[in-house]
């Protein structure tokens, strides 16, 4: 995705952000949530052709059968985070992935956070000198132009963004769904 694209979509995400004034505080969040469904908005086209082409290749690596189901880009929004916001962990219910595309960020304004969902795990912790795939949380920086996708199940974090410079991010999910003409008839084959 070009400069140019991210530069649009920054402007385009502010204009949103003052057509859809701030939620009040709920108490996994704090920060702005733009509400409106980025997918169906022109200035994204290209945001939602990079999202589905993404998406297509985790189907194509799960062999999804996509004879039999359909992808299906749930919805988008954005979020902007200025000092001291962040989101508690939480998880994306009724899809299958969900993913994050780091508009505007640096490094140091707080990480995602994804927690292992086997509880064993935080019962026998290891003492290690920093974070790795064996602890019971893993933390990636939020850097700009980078998207992470993630399954949708997986509880997850956003720290808080420790300095005042807008952290902003559009979020997604993503599903596969049996098609309209085999529901009621389709069989796992597993």
């Known amino acids: 995705m070009s400069d140019e694209h991210r530069k649009q979509w920054l402007e385009s995400t502010y204009a949103l952000a003052k057509a859809h004034p701030k939620s009040p505080a709920v108490p996994l969040f704090r920060g702005h949530k733009v509400q409106a469904d980025l997918f169906t908005i022109p200035e994204f086209a290209t945001f939602k052709s990079a999202v589905q ?11 999804v059968d996509l004879n039999r189901m359909d992808l299906t ?58 974070r790795n795939l064996f602890t019971q949380d893993v933390a990636f920086p939020p850097v ?6 993630f ?14 410079f807008d952290r902003i991010s559009l979020s997604f999910n993503i599903s596969f769904k049996i098609k309209q003409e085999l529901q009621g008839t389709i069989q796992k084959d597993f």
């Not at 082409?53 to 062999?63: M, W």
């Not at 399954?151 to 005042?164: E, R």
């Open 53 to 63: 082409d993404k998406a297509q290749t985790i189907a194509q690596d799960l062999k």
């Open 73 to 130: 880009l749930d919805h988008a929004w954005a979020n902007i985070n200025g000092k001291g916001d962040f989101n508690e962990y939480h998880s994306h219910p009724n899809c299958d992935f969900s993913g994050v595309y780091y508009l505007k960020s640096m490094p140091s304004l707080g990480s995602i956070r994804f927690r292992d969902p086997r509880e064993p795990v935080a019962l026998r912790t290891l003492l290690l000198k920093e």
């Open 144 to 149: 700009q132009g980078m998207m992470y996708i």
């Open 151 to 164: 399954p949708a199940w997986l509880m997850h974090q956003v720290d808080p963004n420790p300095v005042d």
